[in-house]
Structures are given as structure tokens and as C-alpha cells.
């Protein structure tokens, strides 16, 4: 990071600054005008500010002022005359990192933004830090799971949530699409806007381009009153099209044409309307398969898939079933006013066998059917479980269920003790080099 705005209107002064701080392998951009510099100013910019202090216009010390109100984190650094100084210590009291007096020399200025660059650049890296840890907290409260699957998932959708880059999301039915689009809406910069979801293989052939974008009153048969398509609706915020591929060949056209020109015609107006949202797109399959049955636009989908999201099905996560499962008996228990009852080891084991085609969403219909069972407890997953798992072919081998099984005790244990490893060697009557060679192995750590 060694970017560097210089403003002042003496074209000599800049020219040999600018000079001296490409030697010393800065990056210079300078201008005349504070007013055009400051269009140049974000809250992200990575770099510092030098400039003179009185300069028509805008002088110094009002850019300085317009700068704090941007980000006051950035370091600004004061070309002053001699008998500008006390102008300048109150700049400095204002906010200002430091200045440096005309006639100047070279090498302090380029001591000078040094400094400033290494305190900008730990200020965005902390900000970044910050934002990384608030969203890693966000999203563990709506994607469970610790495997490392769901932790790389967790850890792209907390990286690309914060931009406004389409999204395509696609995985297996049942697989928790709309969930992630939830929680990539909530910790994005559109959290303040609207959130509508719309399952386009729910939505009748004549009904999709109305109910997309919208129409007057009179646009067609039935259309008696003026109608907002979801396009429209979104305005500000994110829209979710689940099931894309069931959306049909017309309408795509029509929604591609809707993103490359951020506007929409209602059936029956002819005044374009601007739009302007965040689309998240969902589907089943993978979207070649899709484009190559006639079913997805290639034109559409490179619109679409600036970012690609891949959800893994839950038979490869099976060390999430037991902290999923016990999140949604927990839930369900709190719906219902009921007791959530733990699992043994042999209802645990029948969880381990079982491949979950209908994968997260399975999972959930089989915890609250378990809570509303009125069988003994150690009996509900044999009789509950869909096709007879315990008398199917294991989706997991003995070892590897004996593995997760052991997994699951000691990430219980962590969170029942709150990470203490003394109360977790004591709990599980382990030696801590064991307790520790076991944590490794599986990926689990105190802290989670």
C-alpha cells in the first residue's frame, strides 16, 4: 500500500514532490483542485493525503475537514509556509496527521508518509479484521456446521457478502439455497433493503413475466389494477429466483436485458422504470446441464455467475448430523413447548447410516418428528428413520461412524465446558496430549 494524493495549485511544487515520492517507489496522483481530488476520496481508499494549505478554492484545511467527514481514519499530511504553523497545529488538534513546512525536505516527507501509511494501512486492516469476525458471527448463527466444507463455505460467503456482485447458488434439493441467500442479503450493505424470494418452478407459464415485472391495468385479461413486479419491489435490496431453470426462455431474455440495463417495462406501459437490486440465483443441478437441455440461457447465466457458490450435500458434511440434528431439536423443542431428549449412540449410529437424499431439509422433518414422537426416546430413530436406514447399507463404514461419533462427544464436551480443555479431560476422562491429538484430527477448536 503506498498510494498518495497530492493537491496543490503550484504546478512546481507538485512536479518535484511528485518526483521525490516516485524515486521513493510511492504511487502519486496530484492534482490542482482539492474539489476534484476530493471526488478521488473513499472510505476504503488505501492510501494518504498531502497537501498545501492555502490553495484557491478549497483551501487545506476545509479539504482536510471533507476528508474526516469521508473517513477520519485517513492520514493527512500539511504542506505549510512559515507562517502557516499555528494554522497547521490546529489542523493537527482538527484531526490532521502532521505537516511539513515549505521549503521541504525530501526525506522527511518521505519518512512522514511512511508512518502515515503503516497507521492507514493497520486501520483498514483492523476495519477488515472486524468486519471478518461480525460476519463469521452472523453466519454461524444461520449455517450450522463445523466440517470443512461448511467452514471454506462460510468463509466465501462472509468475503462476497459485503460486495453487491450477482450470486448463482446451486446445490442439491434441500441443501439450505435460500438460507445462504438470507444470510449473504443480511450481511451485505443491502441489509437495510428488501429481501424477496421468488421459487420461479411455483410461478404458471402465463403469470411469470407479470409476477417478475409487473403490469398497468388493463395490460391483459384479469389485469384490473396496476401490479409492482418482484424486479421493481426489490429496488435497494436482494432479490432470490430460486429454481432459475424453471423460468421460461422468454422471460430469461427479458430478466437478462432488466440486469444489463437496470430498467424494466411493465406488460402494457411503455415507459421504462429504473431498477436497481442485488440478484441472488439458485438451481438443483449444475447450470451446463441446465444451458446444454434447453432449459438456461448461456447469455443469461454469464450475467448471473459473477460469483458461484457450490453447497456441498449433507452426505458429504456427515460430521455436521449430530450438531445439526440437536440444533433442530432444540428449535423444534421451543416451538412445541417440549423437552429435546439427547441422542445415544445407537439412534446417533442410525443417523450416520442413512445417505440423506433430501439432505439438510430431511434432517430437519426427522427432528421434529422426533420431538412430537411419543416413543421412548432410545426408540424413536429406528422407527421414525425414512426406508428402514438400520437395516440399509451404512452411508458411512463402522470406522468412520465410530469417528464421527467421537468427534460429535468431544465437540460436546467443548461447548458444555466452554472450551476448557482441564474440564474437557475431566468430563471425558482423556489425557490432554490424547484430548489434544483428537482435536487435531478433527478439526476442532476451543474457540468454536
Not at 450416520?352 to 416413543?375: F, Q, T
Not at 462427544?409 to 476422562?429: C, F, P, W
Request: charged share 25%; proline share 6%.
Amino acid at each position: 500500500m503506498t498510494k498518495v494524493i497530492l493537491v496543490d495549485d503550484e504546478q512546481s511544487v507538485r512536479d518535484s514532490a511528485r518526483q521525490w515520492l516516485e524515486l521513493s517507489d510511492f504511487d502519486v496522483t496530484d492534482y490542482a483542485d482539492a474539489r476534484i481530488a476530493l471526488k478521488n476520496i473513499t472510505p476504503d481508499y488505501a492510501g494518504i493525503v498531502l497537501t498545501d494549505v492555502k490553495m484557491p478554492g478549497m483551501d487545506g484545511l476545509a479539504f482536510q475537514k471533507h476528508i474526516q467527514d469521508i473517513d477520519p481514519h485517513i492520514p493527512v499530511v500539511l504542506f505549510t509556509g512559515h507562517g502557516d504553523i499555528a494554522m497547521a497545529v490546529e489542523a493537527i488538534q482538527g484531526g490532521a496527521y502532521d505537516f511539513v513546512e515549505k521549503p521541504f525536505d525530501p526525506e522527511q516527507i518521505v519518512e512522514t508518509i511512511k508512518r502515515a501509511l503503516e497507521k492507514r494501512r493497520l486501520v483498514l486492516e483492523n476495519r477488515q479484521l472486524k468486519m471478518a469476525l461480525s460476519g463469521c458471527e452472523g453466519i454461524d448463527s444461520r449455517l450450522v456446521g463445523t466440517s470443512p466444507s461448511m467452514r471454506e463455505l462460510k468463509k466465501e460467503i462472509t468475503h462476497i457478502a459485503p460486495t453487491i456482485a450477482n450470486i448463482l447458488i446451486f446445490g442439491e434439493t434441500g441443501t439450505g439455497k435460500e438460507v445462504i441467500a438470507r444470510a449473504i442479503h443480511t450481511l451485505s450493505t443491502l441489509n437495510k433493503g428488501p429481501y424477496l424470494a421468488l421459487n420461479c418452478a411455483t410461478i404458471p407459464v402465463s403469470m411469470a413475466e407479470s409476477e417478475l415485472f409487473g403490469h398497468v391495468s388493463g395490460a391483459f385479461t384479469g389485469a384490473s389494477g396496476k401490479r409492482v413486479g418482484k424486479l421493481e419491489a426489490a429496488n435497494g435490496g436482494t432479490l432470490f429466483l430460486d429454481e432459475l431453470n424453471s423460468m421460461p426462455l422468454d422471460v430469461q431474455g427479458k430478466l437478462l436485458r432488466a440486469l444489463e440495463m437496470r430498467e424494466i417495462i411493465p406488460l402494457g406501459a411503455n415507459t421504462p422504470r429504473p431498477v436497481n437490486f442485488r440478484l441472488i440465483s439458485a438451481m438443483n443441478e449444475h447450470p451446463r446441464t441446465a444451458i446444454e437441455e434447453g432449459r438456461l440461457r448461456e447469455d443469461l447465466y454469464f450475467r448471473i455467475n459473477t460469483v458461484e457458490v457450490n453447497v456441498p450435500p449433507l452426505r458429504e458434511r456427515m460430521e455436521d448430523i449430530p450438531l445439526l440434528f440437536s440444533f433442530f431439536l432444540e428449535r423444534t423443542a421451543d416451538t412445541y413447548g417440549m423437552t429435546a431428549e439427547p441422542l445415544g449412540p445407537e439412534s446417533l449410529a442410525l443417523l450416520m447410516s442413512h445417505d440423506w437424499p433430501g439432505n439438510v431439509r430431511e434432517l430437519k422433518s426427522l427432528a421434529e418428528r422426533y420431538i412430537l414422537s411419543p416413543l421412548p426416546p432410545n426408540e424413536r430413530i429406528a422407527r421414525i428413520m425414512p426406508d428402514k436406514a438400520g437395516d440399509a447399507t451404512p452411508a458411512v463404514g463402522l470406522r468412520e461412524q465410530v469417528s464421527l461419533f467421537e468427534r460429535h462427544l468431544i465437540q460436546e464436551s467443548l461447548t458444555r465446558n466452554g472450551g476448557s480443555i482441564k474440564d474437557v479431560m475431566n468430563d471425558l476422562a482423556v489425557p490432554r496430549r490424547t484430548l489434544n491429538e483428537k482435536m487435531t484430527k478433527y478439526g476442532l477448536k476451543r474457540s468454536e
